[in-house]
C-alpha cells in the first residue's frame, strides 16, 4: 500500500506552537509520530515523505528513520537540507525526488512538497500530492482547494499519520469542511 506525509518536522519546536499540535514538547511529538506511523505502516508499505521530514532536532534524521517502518520515499522540502547532507539517513530511503509521478492503483501522482497550480497531465484526470501549507487557511489554501485533485499531505490535517490516497480525499475533505 502507499501512503502520504508530508510535514512531519520531527524535533521541531517551534512547529507545536505553529501547527497548533498537540504536545508538551518535542519529546512528546516525537514519541508521538513514531508510534502513529509505526502503528499505521505495515512493512511492505511505501510511504512517501513529501517534505519536511525533520527540522532543528536534536537527534540526527537517522535516528528517527531507523524506527520507521516501511519502504521510505523522500519528495524534498525546503526544510531537508540536513538530512539531504547525512548519509547515513539517506540510505532509509529507497528514492528522493523533488518532484516524481507514481502509480496508486488506478491513480496517476504527481509528488512535490510545494502546492502546484498545475502539474503534470492534471487535464487528464492527474492527481497532485502536496504539503508545505501545513494546515495554514492562507491564499495558497484557498486557491489549492479549488484545484480538482490536489490532496494536502499535511500531518496536521492527517491526524500526524500516513495516509493511504482516500484517505487523504477524506481528511482534505473534513478540513475544508471546518470552513463551512
Known amino acids: 500500500m502507499n501512503l502520504y506525509i508530508s510535514d512531519l518536522h520531527f524535533g521541531h519546536k517551534n512547529v507545536i506552537g505553529f501547527d497548533h499540535r498537540p ?6 511529538m516525537d514519541h508521538c509520530l513514531i508510534k502513529l506511523w509505526n502503528t499505521r505502516v505495515q512493512p511492505d508499505d511505501h510511504v512517501y515523505v513529501v517534505g519536511d521530514f525533520a527540522y532543528r532536532s536534536d537527534k ?4 528517527y528513520l531507523r524506527q520507521l517502518k ?26 528522493v525526488d523533488k518532484l516524481c509521478h507514481i502509480k496508486d492503483g488506478d491513480k496517476e501522482i504527481v509528488l512535490c512538497h510545494y502546492p502546484m497550480t ?5 487535464r487528464y484526470g492527474f492527481w497532485h500530492i502536496y504539503g508545505h501549507i501545513h494546515g495554514r487557511k492562507n491564499e495558497e489554501y484557498e486557491f489549492m482547494k479549488t484545484r480538482p485533485n490536489a490532496l494536502n499531505a499535511g500531518a496536521c490535517i492527517n491526524n500526524y499519520t500516513p495516509a493511504s490516497f482516500d484517505e487523504l480525499i477524506r ?3 473534513a478540513f475544508q469542511a471546518e470552513d463551512m
Not at 498545475?118 to 492534471?122: D, E, G, L, S, V
Open 118 to 122: 498545475t502539474w503534470y497531465k492534471r
Open 171 to 173: 481528511n482534505n475533505a
Open 60 to 63: 540526527t534524521a537517522d535516528w
Open 70 to 95: 516501511g519502504h521510505k520515499h523522500l519528495i524534498i522540502g525546503n526544510h531537508d537540507r540536513l538530512l539531504l547532507e547525512n548519509e547515513k539517513a539517506m540510505a532509509y530511503f529507497e528514492s
Open 23 to 28: 504536545f508538551i514538547d518535542t519529546d512528546e
